[in-house]
């Protein structure tokens, strides 16, 4: 059915698109500003071997950079398959099992998903501290045996808000799950791993995969627990980025962002395709 | 081979209730289910068919009592180590898999290799009328369909016993009907003790060797589909099978089977008592007679004779239902067959009736 569109329905459409966009766009476009202070554009730039990807280049060649963007894929990493793991167990324990205090554990799992993050970042730089001055005082360590803060701590401090909101996707998949089909499993002379493995994490991989996708997202932008919860060796991007724009800011942070907001681009397409092709399963 | 495909002895459930009281699904259960028989558990919605399926499946464990299969006690084994399979009411397929696989997972968990997966699959989807649906999903079928295929499913194992949860309960009349002789022939065909679980009492004795009737947990009778229609031995098996009429009374004089009962309005009723059940002068009891076996139309030698009047007439093709409110205020609804080739009604409202009754026909109830 092909209907009228009302031009201000139109007009009202296009101006929510370049309300969100141009920012992006300008963004981009600036990656390829030839002027180095970056505050109008003067031209696209052609310099050295990458011409106009100058910027891109100049970017590789940063070794902090580097350094801050591998930090932060490795966090987002591990922290993904770790809360996605613990994530969907305890999406499953709340969905199967009835214990006592259950009401309990599963409001206090909520918690982190609604406290502002601040806190959350305060609280764990308050503990880690805490711990780690216990332990080294307890064990006597020192000198580069001390436990400090660093990427170990980002890493954990990635998995704590990432678990909840893991959990809080799996559950959803879940609410859907009919449990006779374990039991079938089981009554088909599968065992309780087998059924796992063969029936119940297939049926709900689109829900782990979307509550994995959601925790790599928060963990690669994190900045305020990061912030808090950082030492040496553990800057991540965010962080990185921050110090800079301290400083000067060169046409080399738009670059970054461009390969940022391509990546982000691909995962979700990627995830998208990955969506529709299990609903037409 | 054993006598009994599957045993309970003394088997109970309890489960914790919502408010922390108790709840006893199956209270002390005992039966025996003969090897290669048909056998239904028939009885109003919670009276503890599932719970007791489930158990037998290994999916909930007595809290008392023990289950056999083929005299091997059950005790903890789990659901994927037992001789059973089962089909369940929502069918539970594996959305994920095709059909062909879906019919193939039992004997892939079993170790059976794939080529012999496949023939024995495809002999099974065969049996069930649906040869070539190996590649397709399950939500691309029917109901009927996926029905059948989790019939495939599970005899392709060729288990002891098959248990059946309510197997017809999603499918509408016709269908259920079709399925009804379909389950049928296939339980011939395999020979496989079939355990079937429904609250429908029509499907339970078309479909059965023997029935158990539960209510509340407990099995109030066992035998064979006619055994419990003709002989019911108590009051709530008589009114759940079919249809049938309730007179009470109190008991005047007995020799042996044969017992006189004294009904309301000063009626007499020679009637008869179940082998083995007391009954003892003055005793309270109920007599039963089913609306078939009564008549208006007088024959040779009926026990009992009562005069009574039409107060409704319900025609229903086949038969004809009269209510006759005897003496005393006593109601009796009486069928009769319309083999008149006009259908002609037997009697109106209003018109006085005797209406005629064996002693066997009336079955006297102590409970
Ligand atoms: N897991 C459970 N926890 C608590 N109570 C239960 C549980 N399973 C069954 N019950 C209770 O046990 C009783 C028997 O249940 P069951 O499912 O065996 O009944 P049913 O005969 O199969 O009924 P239906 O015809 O409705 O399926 C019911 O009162 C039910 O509420
Ligand atoms: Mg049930």
């Keep these: 059915m092909t209907k009228r569109r009302s031009p201000w329905l139109l007009a009202v459409t ?34 050295g071997d990458c011409g106009p990807f100058y910027w891109f280049c100049q970017l590789g060649r940063n ?87 660093g990427l170990g701590t980002v890493i954990l401090s990635h998995i704590a808000f990432s678990v909840p909101f893991v959990a809080l996707v799996v559950r959803a998949r879940l609410q859907g799950f009919d449990k006779a089909v374990e039991e079938a499993a089981m009554d088909l002379y599968a065992n309780e791993w087998t059924t796992f493995w063969r029936v119940t994490l297939p049926i709900i991989f689109p829900g782990v995969m979307s ?71 | 081979m054993p006598e009994f495909a599957v045993e309970l002895r003394n088997v109970s459930k309890r489960f914790p209730g919502p408010s922390g ?29 599932t719970t007791s399926l489930r158990m037998i499946a290994g999916f909930e464990l007595p809290t008392a009592g023990e289950i056999y299969i083929h005299d091997r006690p059950m005790g903890h084994t789990p659901p994927y180590k037992r001789p059973v399979n089962t089909v369940f009411q929502n069918y539970a397929l594996f959305p994920h898999m095709t059909i062909g696989q879906n019919v193939g997972f039992g004997l ?69 009907k079709e399925m009804q002789l379909e389950l049928k022939r296939l339980q011939r065909e395999v020979g496989i003790t079939f355990v079937f679980v429904t609250h429908d009492q029509e499907e339970a004795l078309t479909m059965s060797d023997r029935v158990a009737v539960m209510s509340a947990g407990n099995v109030l009778q066992m035998g064979a589909a006619s055994e419990i229609y003709e002989k019911p031995n108590c009051r709530f098996v008589a009114d759940f099978i079919g249809e049938t009429n309730f007179l009470e009374g109190a008991v005047k004089a007995q020799t042996g089977r044969d017992v006189d009962v004294e009904l309301a309005g000063g009626l007499l009723c020679r009637a008869t008592a179940d082998e083995g059940s007391q009954v003892v002068s003055g005793q309270k009891v109920t007599v039963t007679m089913r609306p078939e076996k009564l008549g208006l139309r007088p024959w040779q030698g009926a026990d009992n004779v009562y005069d009574g009047r039409v107060e409704e007439v319900v025609y229903i093709g086949t038969d004809t239902h009269y209510t006759v409110v005897l003496a005393g205020d006593q109601r009796l609804r009486v069928r009769e067959q319309n083999d008149d080739p006009l259908s002609r009604p037997l009697a109106a409202i209003g018109d006085a009736v005797k209406v005629y009754c064996d002693e066997v026909s009336a079955r006297v109830l102590t409970e």
Aim: charge should be positive; proline fraction near 4%; glycine fraction near 8%.
């Design chain 1, 63 to 149: 070794r902090e950079l580097v350094a801050a963007a591998r930090n932060t894929l490795v966090v987002a990493a591990t922290s993904t398959v770790a809360s996605t793991v613990i994530g969907t167990m305890a999406a499953l324990a709340l969905q199967r099992y009835k214990f006592p205090g259950k009401a309990y554990s599963e409001i206090s799992l909520y918690i982190p998903i609604v406290i502002p993050e601040i806190v959350m970042g305060v609280g764990l730089l308050v503990l880690y501290s805490a711990l780690f001055g216990f332990i080294n005082t307890t064990f006597g360590l020192n000198g580069d045996n001390r436990l400090s803060l």
């Design chain 2, 21 to 49: 009281e108790i709840v006893t699904a199956v209270n002390n259960v005992t039966m025996q289910i003969k090897d290669g028989e048909f056998f239904s558990m028939l009885g109003p919605s919670g009276c503890g068919k």
């Design chain 1, 211 to 281: 509550g994995a996708l959601l925790a790599f997202t928060l963990s690669l932008d994190d900045f305020i627990t990061t912030f808090f919860t950082t030492g040496p060796g553990g800057t991540t991007l965010p962080i990185y980025v921050y110090g800079l724009l301290r400083r000067v800011t060169t046409p080399e942070l738009n670059a970054l962002a461009t390969i940022w907001i391509v990546i982000v681009f691909v995962v979700l397409m990627l995830s998208q395709l990955a969506g529709r092709r299990s609903e037409a399963h």
């Design chain 1, 14 to 47: 296009a101006l929510v698109y370049i309300f969100l966009y141009a920012p992006i766009i300008v963004l981009i476009v600036f990656a390829f500003n030839s002027s180095r202070t970056n505050v109008v554009f003067e031209g696209v730039v052609n310099q």
């Design chain 2, 108 to 176: 892939e968990m079993k170790g059976v290799e794939p080529k012999e997966i496949q023939r024995r699959s495809s002999e099974a989807l065969e049996m069930v009328r649906l040869a070539g649906y190996e590649k397709r999903m399950a939500r691309q079928l029917s109901g009927g369909q996926q029905q059948r295929v989790a019939l495939a499913r599970a005899l392709v194992n060729h288990p002891e016993v098959l248990l059946l949860d309510e197997p017809l309960g999603a499918l509408d009349l016709k269908l259920r």
